[in-house]
């Protein structure tokens, strides 16, 4: 995809109840099929996010380790929903966190496979920095989808994208 920083950016919205919804939509012109395999098949989910050692199956626990991170740490991970070739959704503890839920929807619009990643926070929480996170990670993902070099590393992001969210 060619959009700028601006459009890729994540989008926060409150909730009735005041929680925050981050979402963030991506397109490629790939098949579902093969989208689908770059969010769950383990060597592509290694290059662009981490290992997720369980059981495949909805309700299934096991333990995901975002691999790229500084400090790697493996959390437990419960598998929500698994739709293929459509919905996964993921429950997970982060350190000093509260469970992270995380929604990612496939779908089809015209010749272009969407992505919808949908994240929910609590009313008081500094969604920037996720949002950042989950950005330069999206970027990894769709990397791995077209067969493109990546983002870089978080350092180099950081100073291209962080002040598209007001981060210098």
């Known amino acids: 995809m060619t959009e700028g920083v601006e459009s890729r950016r ?4 409150r909730l009735d109840d005041g929680r ?12 579902v099929d093969d989208v689908w395999a770059a969010l769950t ?6 290059r662009w996010i981490g290992a997720y050692e369980g059981e495949r199956a909805v309700g299934g626990t096991g333990t ?23 919905r996964l959704v993921v429950e997970w503890v982060q350190q000093d966190t509260d469970a992270w839920r ?9 010749d272009r496979t969407v992505l919808r990643f949908v994240q929910v ?10 949002a950042l996170g989950w950005h330069w990670y999206l970027e990894k993902f769709g990397s791995v989808v ?21 981060r210098p």
């Open 10 to 13: 994540g989008v926060v919205t």
């Open 20 to 31: 925050q919804r981050l979402e963030f939509r991506r397109s490629w012109p790939d098949p």
């Open 41 to 46: 098949e383990p060597e592509r989910l290694a």
């Open 64 to 86: 995901f380790t975002m691999t790229h991170e500084d400090e790697p740490v493996g959390e437990p991970m419960r598998i929500v929903e698994c739709d293929p070739p459509r």
């Open 102 to 110: 995380v929604d990612l929807d496939l779908d089809t619009e015209g």
């Open 121 to 130: 926070f609590g009313a008081d929480a500094d969604v920037t920095d996720f």
């Open 146 to 166: 077209e067969g493109a070099p990546g983002p870089g590393d978080w350092d180099t992001f950081l100073a291209a994208t962080g002040p598209a969210y007001g």
